[in-house]
């Protein structure tokens, strides 16, 4: 989602495994087993997930903003599960009065202005809604019920093993005034923001069923091909995910549009009669279409057209330093409340000045890499698609921009120093909806989860980190990786053992508070307050007005980062202070001299 200023400091509210036969995920693909000498069949690997594809004709009434649909809807069972019911959310339900998106906002302590008591407000004609009105499995009726934001089904039939089963829906639907990222008619005038919009199935994976409400947070989904037929107006203008067949059909006041989007978690579109659309190529890349509104005033019509080169820099950014983006095309499009990440394309509010509109457009085109082709759950591991996404878009923005910082996402650093000192900070692996206050999520998702990455660098080195990145993408794009599968990755490029750094920086509160604590001649004593770990780099300055960096690795890590800094015993983390003795008479001490490091009291690093 968008940048935005959070208590004065910039924050961001803000195709195999890896190896996929050590990953943590449970159950077997039977395409991917061996025979051994003795005939004993064994997996190769124990990663596994859902596969559905659907197919949707959709009739949109511009004048009601209802339209019906149908959907078929093909999910492969490549568990090894028996499956007794499955799930589908029904976002749009979450724009009425008295869901729980409503009551959550009203009574969180920091509402979001976006949201506030404005669905608790809306008219019958203006709420959301989605309503199933027949379910079949396999042509069989199946019963279903609607709870919320979920529907919740009682198969007809067990889905078993390896099965592929086809569910044929037929269902109706109202497009919201526009509140929270999906809707209608929004601050901007756009028409239709069409996100999270059909009856979409929920993950099922090695930890079950996933079918959380919409309250507020982010999404997850299973991996497949959309195939989507969408009659609508034929003066509207639409863009989104997939990609435009060449059979278009035209009846009357409506045409009919042919999508077709393969291997994509979600599917989004936007429509509007004055959207502008413009292409521009990316080199040996993707075609790049941007969808904005001819009604915007002069200077922001201007802005958007110096978008789009930079939009094809940033593309080349990320291809280059995570990894190449896999699809043909991809859209930016004014629409939604903010900013957000969708399949093939973001909806980004359009009257912003250009630093604006290029910061956002950076922050949701990285998501397209740190969520979408790498599809972590985003409310059990906000912060690895938001916080992930922060840090590669700070150092883009920071060479695209010409910025030049020493620390391009140093505001993280600020806001993560700020939730700390807040006293609400939450350990990161709470659920995005379980925060009390939209202030503590957004920090540990954006701030904290961007920390995460940079330090990292630190306590692994940079071009390991760099290499980290793209490994973790080469083994996990197209899948959903956990925490798991990202630090075993670094482990895997660095040699050194990482499970304590993403245990006491992702599951707990712990802090990290190095001091020096006395400097007397070549004695030099140093001290752990907190009680998180970290190996230390050191500037020491001599009485001479020579200087020497030096590296003291942390002994849980069993090995240590390429350094040309001197390298000194290891410290082991029970022991509460450090002391080693210099070649010669020294005059002053530092740790971390870089910044790096996330230190909550950095007054106590330098004597």
Known sequence: MKKILLFGFSASLLLSSCDASKSTT??????????????????????????????????????????????????TNNSPDVLNKVFYHLHFNAFQPGSEMDVRSRTIEDADPRVGSRISALKPNEIGYIKVTSLKQNGAVVKHETAGTVLEVELAKPIQPGERVTFDMVFNAQVPVQIRRSGRNNNEGVALSMTQWYPKLAEYDFQGWHADPYIGREFHGVWGDFDLKLTIDKDYVVGGSGYLQNDTKIKGNKKTLHFIAPNVHDFTWAADPEYIHDTMQVPNGPMLH????????????????????????????????????????????QGGDGGMEYAMCTLITG??????????????????????????????????????????????????????????????????????????????????????????????????????????????????LKKTIKKYFDDWA?????????????????????????????????????????V????????????????????????????????????MMRGEKPSSATKIADWAWAHPTYSFEAKKAVKSVEIDSKGLMADVNRENNKN
């Not at 030049?404 to 709470?430: F, H, I, M, W």
């Not at 140093?526 to 970290?534: A, V």
């Open 26 to 75: 449970n159950g077997a693909s039977k395409d991917n087993v061996v025979k051994t000498s003795n005939t004993n069949t064994i997996s190769k690997s124990t990663y596994w997930q859902q596969h559905v594809d659907y197919k949707m004709e959709i009739d949109m009434d511009v004048n009601n903003f209802q339209y019906q649909g149908t959907q078929k809807l093909v999910y």
């Open 290 to 333: 941007f969808y904005y509104k001819k009604t915007l005033p002069e200077e922001n019509l201007k802005f958007w057209k110096d978008l789009q080169p930079k939009t094809v820099q940033l593309m080349e950014y990320f291809s280059a330093n995570i990894g190449k983006y896999p699809y043909k095309q991809y859209s930016v499009i």
């Open 351 to 464: 009257k912003r000045k250009f630093g604006s509109l290029v910061g956002v457009t950076a922050h949701e085109l990285a998501h397209t890499w740190f969520q979408f082709l790498l599809a972590t759950h985003e409310g059990k591991h906000e912060w690895m698609d938001e916080g992930f996404t922060s840090y590669i878009s700070d150092h883009a923005m920071n060479e695209i921009m010409g910025s030049k910082k020493d620390v391009p996402n140093l505001g993280a650093y600020r806001g993560y120093d700020y939730l700390v000192k807040s006293g609400k900070e939450k350990p990161q692996t709470t659920h995005a909806d379980r925060f009390e206050t939209n202030m503590a999520y957004g920090i540990a998702a954006y701030n904290k989860g961007s920390v995460f990455l940079s330090q990292l660098g630190y306590v692994i080195g940079q071009d390991n």
């Open 478 to 518: 197209f899948k959903h990786p956990t925490p798991n599968d990202f630090i075993r990755c670094a482990e895997k490029v660095s040699g050194l053992e990482l499970d304590w750094y993403l245990m006491d920086w992702t599951q707990t509160t712990n802090t990290i508070d190095y001091a020096v604590k006395n």
């Open 520 to 555: 007397e001649g070549k004695t030099v004593t140093l001290e752990r307050i907190g009680t998180m770990p970290m190996p230390l780099d050191l500037t020491v300055s001599y009485e001479d007005g020579s200087k020497e960096d030096i590296y003291i690795p942390l002994q």
